[in-house]
């Protein structure tokens, strides 16, 4: 696991190869098995294939800057958050949930060859009018999905960004064993 940890990455360069439907059902499948509180299970994801009309509407509500390169992604993938249970009590935890499935989703691409790049860039009213979803259902992220492509078909300064090496914190930055008091 360690291994698909390190490989995968958040591209922005992807191949105009479609992704096989039976990948794109072992990503939901992936997202299927995350843990959620009182396994509510709160995700809910609408996806789109490159060509269709809903593809082309997820794209227009991205920033320009996510759309420059994300609409040419072969699958677009909006994640959603079930903002109450189904009592009606409000979940604190459905972002956090949705967060655990959209990971599994990360992780299961990248251990097929794909890559999934998550973005919050986009205009989350307009997403939600787009998908005509209940009040309580809100958008988490929208995800590219696709084969890796060429870095240097990326305009800059994506292009760069694409080749820069990796940077990440320390672990003793963020994790800490506090004496007991």
Do not use: C
Not at 19 to 43: G, H
Not at 120 to 134: C, I
């Amino acid at each position: 696991m360690k291994d698909i940890i390190y490989k995968r990455r958040s591209i922005r360069s992807f191949l105009e190869i479609p992704v096989e439907e039976d990948k794109t059902d072992l990503l939901f499948e992936a997202a299927r098995w995350a843990p959620s509180a009182m396994n509510a299970q709160p995700w809910i994801y609408v996806y789109a294939r490159k060509g269709e009309t809903l593809h082309a509407g997820i794209a227009e509500t991205l920033t320009p800057g996510n759309r420059v390169w994300a609409a040419k992604a072969p699958l677009l993938i909006v994640s959603l958050a079930k903002t109450h249970f189904d009592n009606g009590s409000p979940n604190g935890t459905a972002g956090h949930d949705t967060g655990m499935a959209n990971h599994a989703i990360a992780l299961q691409a990248t251990a097929l060859g794909l890559q999934a790049h998550m973005m919050s860039g986009f205009d989350h009213e307009a997403l939600e009018k787009l998908l005509g979803f209940p009040p309580d259902v809100k958008a988490v992220v929208v995800m590219a999905v696709g084969y890796p492509g060429i870095a240097d078909s990326l305009p800059d300064p994506f292009r760069e960004r694409e080749t820069a090496p990796r940077k990440r914190k320390a672990v003793g930055e963020f994790v800490f064993n506090l004496p007991n008091t």
